[in-house]
């Protein structure tokens, strides 16, 4: 039996993981291990041990790799920590194949321990093109990469360009999107988002209001770490065009990326200055619950890839900011606007005249982890050597 060893580095890395890895598990051919680091292991992100044993996984391995800071000092400290920590787990678990999800700057650890140990490593959403570090942790680990698993067409063509093997890009589609099909199916079956336990349950600061009859603006902005520096004056000129729109507002923290301060202070120093009763501030929430939330909200603002990528499948009016999204595939439900004030406002509106878009498959139809697992099982073997297939 193939073991495949899955690292999971965040509650949000973990919308794409779990179709994996319950496909992982379902198979009969293959055995599935969970390794947790990041800033999936600590409390103030988000800690998701206890939703991942509550949806039925095992947790083989866990280490701590963040090294406070959030800067870009701390952030190459904390892969290079990441990679001692992972060394540890692969020697322990002797895997046969590692997988790593998307192209935040934590997968970097499981990606070189695992390529100097001569272990086949698999890469999903590899190839797509937007902003910050992440552009370049995207196509590093698809050059570590063994077996490569895109999420659309123009990404799958862009690896091949790369010099890797055609025979070894598979477009599957993202994982995301089967999660996230299951989740609008239900939802719109009868398993609504329940007003008073959403307030109850995800302790969140703010007054609360009506989520199924008042309509309101979902928000995730984070920090642009190639922009460091000028990171909370962007998140500034999001929150003063929201004050400006008066709307009912769920907002996310922003993640661990350097220049994460910065936007929170922004947020705070907003919050306690400007005294908003119609923000609702969440350390992070639930898959589940953020999806319905897509469903239900008047349109997403912020930098967040969950607009372009969940949001073209939900069909729900999104507005991105600045530049930490650039170029990335997107639907017609996403208008890029730059990060000042007016144009914010003058976007939104906009968009909230629209009004829902159709749902697009531009990122895969809801399969693409039984696809990746059927994959995985019948290759045969996996030479670790690279070569350039210009």
């Known amino acids: ?3 495949v060893c899955v690292f999971c580095g965040s509650r949000a890395n973990y919308s794409s993981c779990k179709p994996l890895m319950k496909a992982i598990q379902a198979h009969p051919d293959l055995s599935l291990q969970v390794v947790l680091g990041g800033a999936a292991v600590l409390q103030r992100y988000g800690n998701i041990e206890d939703l991942i044993r509550k949806d039925g996984f095992e947790i083989d391995a866990k280490f701590h790799m963040i090294v406070e800071g959030e800067t870009p000092a701390t952030m190459s400290k904390s892969t290079g920590l990441g990679i001692i920590e992972m060394t540890m ?5 002797t895997p046969d194949v590692v997988l790593v999800v998307g192209d935040r700057f934590d997968i970097m650890a499981p990606a070189v321990a695992a390529t100097m140990m001569n272990i086949p490593l698999a890469h999903t959403m590899g190839g797509e093109v937007s902003g910050t570090i992440d552009e370049s942790i995207r196509h590093a680990v698809t050059k570590l990469a063994h077996i490569h698993f895109p999420a659309n067409e123009d990404a799958k063509q862009r690896i091949i360009k790369l010099g890797e093997p055609e025979d070894m890009v598979f477009n599957v589609g993202c994982p995301r999107m089967d999660l996230v099909s299951e989740i609008l199916s239900n939802h719109k079956n009868g398993e609504r988002l329940c007003q008073e336990r959403f307030w109850q349950e995800n302790q969140g600061l703010g007054s609360g209001f009506d989520i199924e009859k008042e309509p309101f603006l979902l928000v995730s902005h984070h920090p642009v770490t190639t922009e460091y520096g000028s990171n ?6 999001v929150l003063y065009a929201l004050e400006e729109l008066q709307m009912p507002v769920i907002m ?3 993640n661990v990326d350097a220049g994460s301060d910065e936007v929170s202070k922004g ?3 907003f919050r306690e200055n400007r005294k908003p009763e119609w923000l609702n501030l969440f350390i992070n929430l639930p898959v589940d619950v953020y999806t319905k939330l897509m469903d239900l909200c008047a349109c997403m603002v912020g930098n967040s890839s969950s607009a372009l ?3 073209a499948f939900v069909g729900v009016p999104a507005v991105n900011v600045g530049t930490r999204q650039n170029s990335r595939v997107h639907g017609d439900n996403v208008i ?3 990060a000042d004030k007016d144009e914010i406002v003058t976007t939104i509106k906009k968009q909230l005249e629209h009004g829902k878009y159709d749902r697009s498959t531009i990122y ?3 399969d693409s982890g039984q696809k990746i697992a059927s994959i995985l099982s019948e290759l045969e073997s996996v030479s670790v050597q690279k070569l350039i297939c210009y």
Do not use: D, F
């Not at 787990?89 to 678990?93: E, K, P, S």
């Not at 909370?232 to 000129?237: D, I, K, L, M, W």
């Open 267 to 269: 947020i705070r120093t």
């Open 232 to 237: 909370r004056q962007q998140v500034e000129s």
């Open 309 to 311: 990528r969940e949001g």
């Open 1 to 3: 039996m193939k073991k």
């Open 89 to 93: 787990v692969l020697n322990n678990l």
């Open 336 to 338: 890029y606007c730059a």
């Open 364 to 366: 895969g139809a809801g």
């Open 252 to 254: 996310i923290w922003p």
